[in-house]
């Protein structure tokens, strides 16, 4: 018989192939809702039980239900986001925003990371949400994952970029866990969603795409600012290869003349060494978050060309919140939010863009909600 496995625990030891066993052991694993048989009309299962059971819709497995319990509606859960780096790049400011709206609604929210580590006041967490999880001390990381799987602590696998599934830090078996076991699977793009799908398969589901979380506070027009239409400004928190340090240098280069650029990077000093030949590129440390606004502002172009896969592209979205219009590539997964029309001047609006940004942050959490309790979204306190 050729079966599929279905059963969580199944799939991340042996993987989502097809197999072929015994007839008797996959009749037994097709009864018990650990696979799916693969019906083959020339070869007609021995097991007839087993064929009616294989033709019934796959029920969704009962480790993705949520636990019942201490769970109340009405109660404002503890929550314990896990994140293993307090660096202030895109994915930590991405992070801020959405526990900053988390507060607001009411959650209680513990940031946990390496220096903030405390077993205590994870146990006392309704659930986890966890996002980048590779730079724990060993003695913390296999403290969490003994949480999530021994002691089956309902978490969210929120994640912000592909390292999981591709690259030098690849861990195959363990995003089969962190994804299969999740009782929600966040991503930041259709694209990114899209990318695991082709790794993960059916693992990732029930998952749901949360547009860039940005503070449309910050990021906006401003009116007393003057705008160069042909400047260009890249701002992706370190400007080296995989974030397109090549690329850049050869869109610079090709349009000398037509446009002017400017660069903020922490590798300043590395990236002014390069550039330093064309005139029309100036490179600078750095600006606190609070200040990139009226960088924007000032700029027609926000430039980003990655060379390595992007979930979304934070410095694309926070440019056109300022005015600017995109020069990217198609490694960016802001582009596949079609309903966006990013890059089509005539289409593009964006005040509906800054309306879908804010109303996801909130929607994140309700979404959460929704799947933690398996219910309806919390009621209203009274």
């Known amino acids: 018989m050729r079966i599929v496995y279905i059963d969580r625990d199944y799939v991340s030891r042996l993987g989502i192939r097809e197999y072929d066993v015994p007839d008797e052991k996959g009749a037994d694993l097709v009864r018990r809702g650990k696979a799916r048989a693969i019906i083959d009309p020339v070869s007609p299962l021995v097991d007839k039980t087993a064929r009616q059971e294989a033709r019934k819709p796959v029920e969704e497995p009962k480790s993705r239900v949520p636990s019942k319990g201490a769970k109340k509606l009405g109660h404002h859960p503890h929550v314990a986001w896990i994140h293993d780096t307090e660096k202030l790049g895109g994915a930590e400011l991405s992070n801020q925003t959405v526990i900053n709206v988390g507060r607001k609604l009411g959650f209680k929210i513990y940031e946990c990371y390496p220096r903030t580590f405390d077993k205590q006041r994870l146990l006392r967490c309704d659930y986890f949400i966890v996002n980048n999880f590779f730079f724990f001390e060993p003695e913390q990381y296999h403290f969490i994952m003994d949480v999530l799987f021994e002691y089956k602590k309902p978490f969210v696998k929120y994640d912000h970029d592909h390292r999981e599934i591709i690259g030098e830090q690849v861990r195959l078996k363990t995003a089969r866990l962190l994804f299969g076991k999740s009782f929600l699977n966040v991503f930041i793009s259709p694209f990114h969603m899209e990318n695991h799908r082709k790794r993960l398969g059916y693992l990732i589901d029930p998952c749901w795409v949360l547009p860039p979380a940005i503070d449309t506070n910050i990021f906006k027009s401003l009116p007393n600012v003057e705008r160069d239409e042909k400047k260009m400004v890249n701002v992706c928190g370190k400007l080296y290869e995989s974030k397109g340090f ?95 029309h990013i890059g089509d001047e005539k289409k593009f609006n964006v005040e509906k863009f800054k309306a879908a940004i804010d109303l996801g942050i909130y929607r994140f959490w309700k979404e959460v909600e929704l799947h933690y309790y398996g219910v309806k979204p919390r009621e209203k306190e009274k």
Request: hydrophobic letters at 35%.
């Open 246 to 340: 090549r690329h850049m240098l050869h869109f610079a280069m090709n349009t000398q003349g037509k446009h002017t650029f400017e660069i903020y990077t922490s590798n300043d000093q590395e990236v002014r060494a390069v550039f330093r030949e064309l005139s029309n590129v100036k490179v600078y440390s750095p600006l606190p978050n609070r200040n990139l606004a009226e960088v924007y502002n000032s700029a027609g172009y926000t430039i980003h060309l990655p060379h390595a896969l992007e979930a979304c592209g934070r410095t694309i979205a926070e440019g056109l919140l300022c005015g600017c219009r995109p020069i990217t590539n198609k490694n960016i997964g802001i582009l596949s939010f079609r309903e966006f």
